[in-house]
C-alpha cells in the first residue's frame, strides 16, 4: 500500500481488518486504498446495486473515506457518494473507527430514505442534477437582489460573462451571453434532471425557456430580432430556512439539448456583507477618517470598510508608484493616481454598502484641522509622519474625537499601537507614565538601513517586511473596531516583530 497516503497506520490496518471482517475485498491496482465489499443493508432502499465500494482519500483519517455506490441519486450525495461530514469538518476524524464509519453511514440512509433535516435540504442542490459541469465551474449572480420581492412565476432577464472558471451574470446588458432566473413556488426539493427542472416552473416560465430556446437554435433570427436566446438559466425556490438555486449551462447543438448544471453563488451586497464579521451592525452608522493612504493605511482602510463602516474618508495627497506595489493594497492599474483614490476604488469594490471617498492630506493649520475632523466618530492615524500625528493627537484630544493612531518603527521591528478615547490617559501625557514603554533606539539592521535612500528621494526608505505592514494594519482595524463599539482593549499597544540585534562594534 502506499504509506504516503495514510496518516496513521495502526488505525488504518486496523479499519482494514474490520473491512475484512465485513467481507470486503481490495481492488486490484489500488494499493489497498480501495475496498469492495456488498451494499449495506440501510443502503439498499437507496439503491439496486448489490456492491459498493470505499476509498481511502489522501490524508486518512484527517480526511474520511468516501462510499460510493453507482446509481445512488438523493439529496446531499454528490456523484454516487454521500457526503457524511464536511470537508473541513474536525469531527470526521471520529471516522477513522470502522464501527463509528458504519454508523454514520447508517444514521445518513436513514435520512435520506425518511427526509433531511432543514439544514441538509438546501446543501449544494447543483450537485444533484444529472450531468454536471464537466470542470466544476461556478456562476455568480445577484440572488438576494433579484428575489427579495420575487413573486411566483417571476422571471428576470440576465446576461453573463465568463470570467476563468466563473460565469459572472448580472441583470444589465452588458455580458455577451443570454440568460435568464425563474422563482418557483412549486418546487421542493432540487431538480435532478431538466425534466424535472421544466416540471417545476409555471406555464408562463415553461413558455419563455421553450422561446429563449427556439431564438438560441435559429441565431439570425435571434440575430435579426434582438430577442434573447438563453445560454444559462436558472431557477430559485424558497425553502424553509432561505433560497435555493440550481443554475445551468445550455449548449444547443441542432435539435440536441445539452444542461450542465454549475455551482451557484451569490454576488450580491447581501452575500458579502454576511463576510464582514460581527460587528457589522453596529459599524454601519459610523463614520470613519482615516489619515494616510500608504501600506498600513491603504490596508486598514479596506479592512474597515470590509467590516461593515458606512462612511470612510481616505485622506492622504500622495501619489502611487510601481515601488510601492510590494507593500500595498492597490492593484498596478492604479500607478499614477493618488494612493486616497486607489484605496478608495479597493475598498469600495470589495465593499459596496461602505462609502468610501478621497481626499487630500490633512493641513497642519489647527484651526484647518478641527475643521476636517469635525463630525467623525473615529480618526484613524496611519501616516507615521510625526507632524501630523503630534498635530492629530493634540486636535482630536481638544475636540473629543477619539483616536487611534498606529506605526512602525525602526524598519519595521517595533510596532506601536495608541488609542487617545474618553477615559483614555491623554497621549501627550504619557511619556511621563512609566507603565507606557518609548521606542527602543534603533540596532543592527535597523540603524545599518536608516541612511538608505531612493534616486531622487529625500527620505530614506523604511525596509519594513509586508507581512509587518499587514500585521500592523490589521493591529490599528482591531483597535478602531474596538474603540467604536466595546473599547475592552488596553489604550496601548507596542510589539517587537522581529528580533533587536545589538549594534555592531
Known amino acids: 500500500m502506499n504509506d504516503d497516503a495514510i496518516f496513521d497506520l495502526a488505525a488504518f490496518e486496523a479499519f482494514r481488518d474490520g473491512l475484512i471482517a465485513a467481507d470486503f475485498s481490495p481492488v486490484p491496482g489500488?494499493?489497498?486504498?480501495?475496498?469492495?465489499?456488498?451494499?449495506?443493508?440501510?443502503?439498499?432502499?437507496?439503491?439496486?446495486?448489490?456492491r459498493m465500494s470505499i476509498r481511502f482519500p489522501d490524508g486518512w483519517p484527517l480526511r474520511y473515506a468516501k462510499t460510493q455506490v453507482d446509481g445512488l441519486i438523493t439529496p446531499h450525495s454528490a456523484e454516487g457518494t454521500p457526503c457524511l461530514w464536511a470537508d473541513d469538518d474536525p469531527a470526521q476524524i471520529a471516522g477513522a473507527d470502522i464501527d463509528a464509519y458504519f454508523s454514520r453511514l447508517d444514521e445518513w440512509a436513514r435520512r435520506a430514505a425518511t427526509g433531511f433535516e432543514l439544514d441538509d435540504l438546501a446543501l449544494d442542490g447543483f450537485l444533484h442534477f444529472e450531468e454536471l459541469d464537466e470542470r466544476r465551474r461556478s456562476?455568480?449572480?445577484?440572488?438576494?437582489?433579484?428575489?427579495?420581492?420575487?413573486?411566483?412565476?417571476?422571471?428576470d432577464a440576465l446576461t453573463g460573462r465568463w470570467e476563468g472558471e466563473v460565469l459572472r451574470a448580472s441583470t444589465d446588458s452588458t455580458g455577451p451571453l443570454d440568460g435568464v432566473m425563474y422563482f418557483s413556488r412549486r418546487i421542493s426539493e432540487a431538480p435532478r434532471t431538466y425534466g424535472d427542472l421544466?416540471?417545476?416552473?409555471?406555464?408562463?416560465?415553461?413558455?419563455d425557456i421553450g422561446r429563449r430556446l427556439m431564438n438560441q437554435r435559429d441565431r439570425p433570427l435571434r440575430e435579426a430580432t434582438g430577442r434573447p436566446g438563453a445560454d444559462f438559466l436558472v431557477v430559485t425556490w424558497p425553502t424553509p430556512i432561505g433560497t435555493d438555486a440550481v443554475a445551468a449551462i445550455l449548449t444547443q447543438e441542432g435539435d440536441e439539448l445539452t444542461v450542465r448544471s454549475l455551482r451557484p453563488?451569490?454576488?450580491?451586497?447581501?452575500?458579502?456583507?454576511?463576510?464582514?464579521?460581527?460587528?457589522?451592525?453596529?459599524?454601519?452608522?459610523?463614520?470613519?477618517?482615516?489619515?494616510?493612504?500608504?501600506?498600513?493605511?491603504?490596508?486598514?482602510?479596506?479592512?474597515?470598510?470590509?467590516?461593515?463602516?458606512?462612511?470612510?474618508?481616505?485622506?492622504?495627497?500622495?501619489?502611487?508608484?510601481?515601488?510601492?506595489?510590494?507593500?500595498?493594497?492597490?492593484?498596478s492599474s492604479k500607478i499614477g493616481a493618488f494612493k486616497a483614490n486607489a484605496v478608495a476604488a479597493v475598498a469600495t469594490d470589495h465593499a459596496p454598502w461602505a462609502e468610501v471617498t478621497a481626499a487630500v492630506a490633512l493641513p497642519l493649520r489647527r484651526s484647518e484641522m478641527e475643521g476636517r475632523i469635525d463630525g467623525f466618530d473615529l480618526v484613524v492615524d496611519c501616516t507615521g509622519n510625526f507632524a501630523i500625528t503630534a498635530a492629530l493627537i493634540e486636535t482630536c484630544y481638544q475636540a473629543l474625537i477619539p483616536l487611534v493612531t498606529g506605526a512602525l518603527f525602526n524598519q519595521g521591528t517595533v510596532l506601536r499601537i495608541r488609542r487617545q478615547a474618553n477615559g483614555d490617559t491623554p497621549?501627550?501625557?504619557?511619556?511621563?507614565?512609566?507603565?507606557?514603554?518609548?521606542?527602543?533606539?534603533?540596532?543592527?539592521?535597523?540603524?545599518?538601513?536608516?541612511?538608505?535612500?531612493?534616486?531622487?528621494?529625500?527620505?530614506?526608505?523604511?525596509?519594513?517586511?509586508?507581512?509587518?505592514?499587514?500585521?500592523?494594519?490589521?493591529?490599528?482595524?482591531?483597535?478602531?473596531?474596538?474603540?467604536?463599539?466595546?473599547?475592552?482593549?488596553?489604550?496601548?499597544?507596542?510589539?517587537?516583530?522581529?528580533?533587536?540585534?545589538?549594534?555592531?562594534?
Open 30 to 50: 489500488t494499493e489497498q486504498l480501495t475496498w469492495s465489499g456488498p451494499l449495506r443493508t440501510s443502503l439498499r432502499s437507496l439503491s439496486d446495486q448489490k
Open 139 to 155: 456562476i455568480e449572480l445577484p440572488v438576494g437582489d433579484l428575489i427579495r420581492h420575487a413573486s411566483n412565476g417571476q422571471i
Open 198 to 207: 421544466l416540471e417545476g416552473l409555471t406555464h408562463h416560465q415553461r413558455e
Open 265 to 331: 453563488a451569490p454576488s450580491d451586497s447581501a452575500a458579502r456583507r454576511m463576510r464582514a464579521g460581527p460587528d457589522a451592525d453596529d459599524l454601519e452608522g459610523k463614520r470613519v477618517l482615516v489619515v494616510g493612504a500608504g501600506s498600513i493605511g491603504g490596508y486598514a482602510a479596506v479592512a474597515l470598510a470590509e467590516s461593515g463602516i458606512g462612511q470612510i474618508e481616505v485622506a492622504d495627497n500622495d501619489v502611487l508608484l510601481s515601488a510601492n506595489l510590494v507593500r500595498h493594497v492597490a492593484p
Open 427 to 505: 497621549i501627550a501625557a504619557r511619556a511621563s507614565e512609566p507603565r507606557y514603554p518609548t521606542i527602543p533606539a534603533a540596532s543592527g539592521a535597523a540603524l545599518e538601513s536608516r541612511g538608505f535612500l531612493e534616486v531622487g528621494c529625500a527620505a530614506p526608505v523604511n525596509a519594513a517586511a509586508p507581512w509587518a505592514a499587514m500585521r500592523a494594519a490589521a493591529d490599528v482595524v482591531e483597535y478602531a473596531v474596538d474603540a467604536l463599539t466595546r473599547k475592552a482593549l488596553p489604550d496601548e499597544r507596542m510589539a517587537f516583530l522581529a528580533p533587536r540585534q545589538a549594534t555592531k562594534a
